[in-house]
């Protein structure tokens, strides 16, 4: 593509819906170059809804994108299925741009404990309803931070399957004395100890939520 971008007005041709409130930039192969190039020179007043799933982004594609306006208006965030770290999950975090965010899915990632509490810790992220989390490497300071979290004030519903949470996470989201609005907690394919299965089971806070625990014991 070298310095041709005219295939980002192609993209745009085929991508953005007819109401021009979603864009859809998914199985585009989108590298860290393209992610540049989307950051410098596109403007897409209005979208709400972006998909950019199934790509290559890196972190320092996101940490450009992040700060562009083509985040500026969204709802809705759709980044699963990329190469994303702990240092493009902190641009998500630190952006201003995404203040407007409710839904994020950040799945089949590459992102561990610091991206998790630096999410948890968001000022930014306060209206976001929906993180999906899920299959990546967060282990148990990523879920402490998570349960503990006082930003995510407005967080409904919370996937963290598959990743690698041991038995103190899990216990804190148990107990979740953060995420106030919480209503649905996925921590399916963890792992933890029975004991310590048994009492998240028992856990009051808990069974107040949607919960999906099919969890791994230490025996298994």
Avoid at 20 to 49: M, Q
Avoid at 163 to 181: H, P, V
Wanted: no cysteine; proline share 2%.
């Amino acid at each position: 593509m070298a310095d041709d971008i005219s295939y980002i007005r192609k993209w745009l041709k085929r991508g953005l819906s007819k109401d021009g409130l979603t864009f859809d930039l998914s199985n585009r192969d989108i590298r860290n170059k393209e992610a540049l190039d989307l950051a410098e020179n596109l403007s897409v007043p209005d979208i709400e809804i972006l998909f950019l799933h199934t790509n290559r982004i890196k972190d320092l594609g996101l940490e450009e994108l992040a700060q562009s306006e083509l985040f500026e208006t969204l709802k809705e965030l759709w980044l699963y299925e990329n190469l994303i770290g702990n240092d493009g999950a902190t641009a998500l975090a630190e952006s201003d741009k995404l203040t407007g965010l409710k839904y994020l899915s950040l799945y089949t990632n590459r992102i561990g404990d610091e991206g998790a509490i630096a999410l948890a810790n968001s000022t930014n992220l306060g209206n976001l309803e929906t993180l999906d989390l899920s299959f990546n490497r967060i282990g148990d300071p990523g879920a402490v931070a998570l349960s503990q979290s006082t930003a995510l004030k407005n967080l409904k519903v919370l996937h963290l399957d598959a990743n690698r949470i041991g038995s103190e996470g899990l216990m804190a989201l148990s107990r979740t004395t953060g995420l106030k609005s919480l209503t649905t907690l996925n921590i399916m394919y963890n792992k933890v100890d029975p004991q310590a299965l048994q009492r998240m089971q028992e856990s009051p806070r808990l069974q107040s939520l949607k919960v999906k625990t099919d969890l791994l014991t230490a025996d298994d």
